[in-house]
């Protein structure tokens, strides 16, 4: 079982920066792939990015690639999210979550989410 708990969220003007963090209680964090997924209002959850557990490679959405970066402490089990030239379209509640498996975009195979926290992006 893993908990995790997201923080860092807030109102930002476009073209600022934020940075999240997932703290992680639990066992074996380090054996975990990490994902950073959005969802805005009336949209899907979608996938941002990415890091697994072992070799720390990293994948992003396109629409990310360039601003974002993940990155994980292990013995801190927190993962961070940084977002830099933000713009209103990331406006969205921002999720923490963990998966079993080597690397997944799609939500349904990730095992354990975080309760969301709030990224608004002003214009």
């Known amino acids: 079982q893993v908990q995790l708990v997201e923080s860092?969220?807030?109102l930002v003007q476009a073209g600022g920066s934020l940075r999240l963090s997932c703290a992680a209680s639990g066992r074996t964090f380090s054996s975990y792939t990490m994902g950073w997924f959005r969802q805005a209002p009336g949209k899907e959850r979608?996938?941002?990015?990415a890091i697994t557990w072992s070799t720390e490679n990293t994948y992003y959405a396109?629409?990310?690639?360039?601003r974002f970066t993940i990155s994980?402490?292990?013995a801190k089990n927190t993962v961070y999210l940084q977002m830099n030239s933000l713009k209103p379209e990331d406006?969205?509640?921002y999720y923490c979550a963990a998966a079993g498996l080597y690397y997944s975009?799609?939500?349904g195979h990730y095992d354990y989410w975080g309760q969301g926290t709030q990224v608004t992006v002003s214009s």
């Open 8 to 10: 860092g969220g807030g």
């Open 46 to 49: 979608e996938f941002v990015a």
């Open 62 to 66: 396109d629409f990310v690639k360039g």
């Open 72 to 74: 994980r402490d292990n």
């Open 91 to 93: 406006t969205a509640v």
């Open 105 to 107: 975009p799609r939500p």
